[in-house]
């Protein structure tokens, strides 16, 4: 998906709808996770991509260090 593109998904229905995935191992994490701190969105709508929304969607209310 292209820049522009996920911007406007994310414009049109919300960065609470989307969730990271890398598509791992036919891609590299690294440059997808990249390409969603490229956009022209909040640092708060990053996050809930990148992290929050996974977080909340599985239930999880505290991360903890091992």
Not at 4 to 13: D, G, K, M, V
Not at 24 to 48: N, T, V, Y
């Amino acid at each position: 998906v292209l820049i522009p593109q996920l911007t406007r998904i994310i414009r049109n229905h919300g960065a609470d709808k989307v969730v990271f995935g890398s598509d791992a191992p036919w891609s590299q994490p690294l440059l997808e996770a990249g390409l969603i701190k490229r956009l022209e969105i909040s640092a708060a709508e990053k996050e809930a991509i990148l992290a929050g929304n996974a977080r909340r969607l599985l239930g999880f209310t505290e991360i903890k260090d091992l």
